[in-house]
T-cell receptor, first 112, second 114 residues
């Protein structure tokens, strides 16, 4: 089945730094999504990307849908302590196939 | 708050037992998805229901079953339980009206099998 490779697995940064993480896939997706999960909580949707090449921002977060449809990245600018958590990418084929395929996650730690 | 509710929050039980996890989707959402999250497998899709009917199946074991009721809430049944079933179980809901479909996740049920 499809697999998503998400990197890095973990990051430890200083408050104020920018962060970048990415996902690559062995096959195409028609929708890419980025979620954040806090301990003991469910994933929360951050950004959804619906078109190859699309660049979308949500506050300090920016994500792009790769033109090959096999990759996506998420940038966080000027990190703050509440950015701590696990970030997941997810791909969706769409059409009649709505299941999400998730990456393994990036654990982000922000040092105040 | 995503608008998706799940009960119970925590469940501790023994091998061989049966448990039922409950999910209520966001108002207006017709589709419910179940996912399992474990340390070794990550987040894995189990099954999807749309307006009461099974729509798609993922890595769901034969010991697990699910259904979606006329009021659109869904239940995931696990029986007989094994140690390896210990995990977080998430429900997500969406409109699923066609094309791209954004899913919103509930807070999850943490299942511990002793």
């Amino acid at each position: 089945g499809q697999q998503l490779n998400q990197s890095p697995q973990s990051m430890f940064i200083q408050e104020g730094e920018d962060v970048s993480m990415n996902c690559t896939s062995s096959s195409i997706f028609n929708t890419w999504l980025w979620y954040k999960q806090d301990p003991g909580e469910g994933p929360v949707l951050l950004i959804a990307l619906y078109k190859a090449g699309e660049l979308t921002s949500n506050g300090r977060l920016t994500a792009q849908f790769g033109i090959t449809r096999k990759d996506s990245f998420l940038n966080i600018s000027a990190s703050i302590p509440s950015d701590v958590g696990i970030y997941f990418c997810a791909g969706q084929l769409g059409g009649s196939n709505y299941k999400l395929t998730f990456g393994k996650g990036t654990l982000l730690t922000v040092n105040p | 708050d995503s608008g998706v509710t799940q009960t119970p929050k925590h469940l501790i039980t023994a091998t061989g037992q049966r448990v039922t996890l409950r999910c209520s989707p966001r108002s207006g959402d017709l589709s419910v998805y179940w996912y399992q999250q474990s340390l070794d497998q990550g987040l894995q899709f189990l099954i999807q229901y749309y307006n009461g009917e099974e729509r798609a199946k993922g890595n769901i074991l034969e010991r697990f079953s699910a259904q979606q009721f006329p009021d659109l809430h869904s239940e995931l049944n696990l029986s007989p339980l094994e140690l390896g079933d210990s995990a977080l179980y998430f429900c997500a809901s969406s409109v699923a009206a066609g094309g791209a479909d954004t899913q919103y996740f509930g807070p999850g049920t943490r299942l511990t099998v002793l």
